[in-house]
Nanobody
């Protein structure tokens, strides 16, 4: 069984910062890509940022220059540093991992999500 657990969400004023963390646990053999998605009310889930096992990062245009994704392979953890937050960043943020476990190969796993609210 593989689990992804997010933390670090909350309420922040415009221009503020938050750091999200997501730890993967269970019978993991190798994590290939980890990423963050978000879903605002009434909108589809969208990619925010992703990072490969070789530390190649990819960002959605709205967050480029403000958000930074990183990972600690020893801890099976991915981070999202969010600076210069805007009200339009308000959403539930979901952690995603594509990994190979002891029973599956290149499978998709999701966390339960953490709420980020940007408001004055």
């Amino acid at each position: 069984q593989v689990q992804l657990v997010e933390s670090g969400g909350g309420l922040v004023q415009p221009g503020g910062s938050l750091r999200l963390s997501c730890a993967a646990s269970g019978s993991i053999f190798r994590i290939h890509t980890m990423g963050w998605y978000r879903q605002a009310p009434g909108k589809q889930r969208e990619l925010v940022a992703s990072i490969t096992s070789g530390d190649t990062a990819n960002y959605a245009d709205p967050v480029k220059g403000r958000f930074t994704i990183s990972r600690d392979n020893a801890k099976n953890t991915v981070y999202l540093q969010m600076n210069g937050l805007k009200p339009e960043d308000t959403a539930v943020y979901y952690c995603n991992a594509i990994l190979t476990s002891t029973t599956t190969r290149w499978s998709d796993y999701w966390g339960r999500g953490t709420q980020v609210t940007v408001s004055s």
